[in-house]
T-cell receptor, first 115, second 110 residues
Framework: EAQVTQNPRYLITVTGKKLTVTCSQNMNHEYMSWYRQDPGLGLRQIYYSMNVEVTDKGDVPEGYKVSRKEKRNFPLILESPSPNQTSLYFC??????????????FGEGSRLTVL | EDQVTQSPEALRLQEGESSSLNCSYTVSGLRGLFWYRQDPGKGPEFLFTLYSAGEEKEKERLKATLTKKESFLHITAPKPEDSATYLCAVQETSGSRLTFGEGTQLTVNP
């Protein structure tokens, strides 16, 4: 079954404690991306990756890092989380960059609360 | 800067009552416009891609249309299981990113 798997699904943490949200896909997709979803602001892109070792900033990259060492994995790293990073995070993948990146497969989401 | 505006923010329908959702966009050149459905607590699910003005796509009770400035998602004789938030996104020709609208929350009452 085609899947985009995120972990953890729910996390409550404290300001400054480094955390990583993992994303793994089994569809051999080249394009992977991270979004955050906030009420009144919609889905905003954090980082994206066109292929292994190729990453680029999205619209709201501040406070986040990513890496793409393997095709299937695209972890999101919060080095020093702050309360304004409390949000619902989605990992998404697409098979044919750059032409059809709009046909995204999304993970189930990771709800992060930073106290 | 690309902009996507969806209206209304929320729509409540009775089962069988057809209606339309709107997605207005501003983009320098359109590569594609995309519709998604999002259920509570889930990730968005891709529905349609529209590439050029005049194009239409259909899936069950949903039909998406595209003009040069906006797209409509028509829902014919909706059922309660059509209740969800519907998201619209655009990709410009020179870009490799999507810009999403804030969505329309649709509730269909039995």
């Amino acid at each position: 079954e085609a899947q985009v798997t995120q972990n953890p699904r729910y996390l409550i943490t404290v300001t400054g404690k480094k955390l990583t949200v993992t994303c793994s896909q089994n569809m051999n997709h080249e394009y992977m991306s991270w979004y955050r979803q906030d009420p009144g602001l919609g889905l905003r892109q954090i980082y994206y990756s066109m292929n292994v070792e190729v990453t680029d900033k999205g619209d709201v990259p501040e406070g986040y890092k990513v890496s793409r060492k393997e095709k299937r994995n695209f972890p999101l790293i919060l080095e020093s989380p702050s309360p304004n990073q409390t949000s619902l995070y989605f990992c998404a993948t697409a098979p044919y960059p750059p032409s059809f990146i709009g046909e995204l497969f999304f993970g189930e989401g990771s709800r992060l609360t930073v106290l | 800067e690309d902009q996507v505006t969806q209206s209304p923010e929320a729509l409540r329908l009775q089962e069988g009552e057809s209606s339309s959702l709107n997605c207005s966009y501003t983009v320098s050149g359109l590569r594609g416009l995309f519709w998604y459905r999002q259920d509570p607590g889930k990730g968005p699910e891709f529905l349609f891609t529209l590439y050029s003005a005049g194009e239409e796509k259909e899936k069950e009770r949903l039909k998406a249309t595209l003009t040069k400035k906006e797209s409509f998602l028509h829902i014919t004789a909706p059922k309660p299981e059509d209740s969800a938030t519907y998201l619209c996104a655009v990709q410009e020709t020179s870009g490799s990113r999507l810009t999403f609208g804030e969505g329309t929350q649709l509730t269909v009452n039995p």
